[in-house]
């Protein structure tokens, strides 16, 4: 299957973020890409951390669900919907929802982000518990022949949720991100990868990438990393695309040769 993560630089306006969003999607369609992932936060990257909730939509119903899903059905994509801020049990925070779209524009899944992210370095400050409800239940879903686990951004550092997604093995891992600049030079590429590596799978990443008009800057380079843990494709800031295949051939090969999912001793 051909796979392609869409990297955005979100604005404050949600209809231009939809707009760029939809762009993306038929331009990876236009390329042949069977399944598409947006980055997290991709149609809104609000001043404050409370922004979100005044754009939050009902399960199932709002108009950035209803664009993913025209956009899945126009193109006949699988399409993984980055996240959308999605009204939960708490009336003072929503869930950070990761939507996915079937080729026929229903709704496949829906993973809602479990971890949440908190940083402090004296010069930045990220507290997203301030206005997000953390999910409960690790996600896969099946994609035609591909077993697919889904993830968030601050997920990547988890790696007990990804051993929780390989019951039955997925062969694509899913990350939209939006990581900061900061962690992002320091850690994105060597969690992506180990991630890829200790579970033998395929990873995809569509990040956000660039200095957004809330003055944040996003680290970018969305990327797709092999069984191996080899980076295949990468684009390291800006609007644009990133594709690649990914082979069940080589998958199998990675876990034949050196059959480490099948040693595993603590947890299954």
């Known amino acids: 299957m051909k796979i392609a993560a869409a990297q955005m630089v979100s604005t404050p306006d949600v209809a231009t973020n939809l707009q760029a969003a939809r762009k993306l999607i038929g331009e990876a369609a236009d390329g042949s890409a069977q399944l598409v992932v947006l980055p997290e936060y991709f149609c809104l990257m609000g001043r404050n951390d409370r922004d979100k909730l005044a754009i939050a939509e009902t399960p199932g119903d ?22 959308l801020p999605v009204r939960g049990s708490d009336a003072d925070r929503v869930l950070n929802a990761s939507c ?4 026929d524009g229903a709704l496949a899944a829906r993973y809602d982000k479990i971890h949440l992210f908190k940083y402090d370095n004296g010069r930045e400050r990220y507290d ?21 686990g ?22 694509l891992l899913a990350v939209p991100a939006a990581f900061t600049h900061t962690t992002g030079l320091a850690h994105w590429e060597l969690l992506l990868r180990a991630r890829a590596v200790e579970n033998q799978a395929y990873v995809i990443a569509a990040a956000q990438g ?7 800057r996003t680290f970018g380079h969305s990327m797709v990393v092999d069984p191996w843990g080899g980076v295949v494709s990468v684009l390291a800031e800006g609007e644009g695309l990133v594709f690649a295949d990914v082979d069940r051939a080589r998958i199998d090969e990675v876990r034949t040769q050196l059959p480490a999912l099948e040693h595993r001793r603590i947890g299954g």
């Open 128 to 148: 997203e518990g301030i206005a997000i409800q953390p999910g409960e239940l690790p996600l896969s879903f099946q994609a035609g022949a591909l077993r697919v």
């Open 100 to 103: 996915v779209y079937a080729p």
């Open 210 to 216: 660039g200095v957004h008009p809330n003055g944040r």
């Open 62 to 83: 709002g108009p950035i669900q209803q664009m993913l899903s025209d956009a899945a059905r126009e193109h006949g994509v699988w399409l993984i919907g980055g996240t």
């Open 150 to 171: 889904l993830s968030v951004c601050y997920d990547l550092r988890f790696p007990e949720l990804y051993r929780a997604l390989m019951h039955p093995p997925c062969d």
